[in-house]
């Protein structure tokens, strides 16, 4: 569909940007440091009560098979019954949409921009084994681990990607905050997405949903968490 011309044109220009070490979308592919900041502010801000943040990035993709495991306090935690994700409606794609092959596909971009985040958190004072990719987790049962860990507070920044961790997963309980460091293709997702924080469970009473555009905050949306 017109949705993987999108994704493919955005490859092609981060590709170029990358070999050039200039720009992309507005975006500086050698770092993320409003959204590094953004984030580390909220890590400390919430640290009395181990809040967790939900960071969505569709783009710039690490390759799986070559991930570091889980951190070990995950895989060596708690050993918890596998859950059945939840159900939950989503849109029909039709031909303008992208479909969850066409982004495995297309999204692996050159340059690893959730290392180069994770990078820039590390560099600003968050842990480095409190910060997981959701691509780290290889079976349902990490998966289920980490997700144990994030609703615990162990995991306090969590990256992925919409397809993989924007429905169907329960991470609610102490998310403060969710970042949007680029923008679906479709609407829903960003409504889907935020339902990942903004559900019934959650320990806060407000959840910020924070979006980023041009290299700056683009807008920051306190929202009633369930």
Known sequence: GTGAVRLLEKHKKLTEANAAGGKFEGHTVQEWAPAAKEIAKRYVASAPTKGTQLVFLDIG????????PLPKHVLEGPQPDPVESEEEPTTPVDQD???DAEIALLSHADRDLYQDLKQRLVAAG???DEIA??????????????YQAVNEGRIRVLIATRSKGGIGINVQNK??????????????QLEQADGRAIRQG?????????????ERVDCVVKTAAG
């Open 61 to 68: 993709v690490p390759d799986a098979k070559g991930l570091d």
């Open 97 to 99: 949409d992208i479909t």
């Open 126 to 128: 968050v842990k480095a």
């Open 133 to 146: 990719f959701i691509h780290q987790a290889r079976t349902p049962t990490e998966a289920t681990q980490l």
């Open 175 to 188: 998310v403060v905050a969710v970042h949007h460091l680029d923008v679906p293709w479709r609407p829903d």
């Open 202 to 214: 959650n320990e806060n009473a407000e959840v910020e949903i924070v979006r980023y555009v041009t």
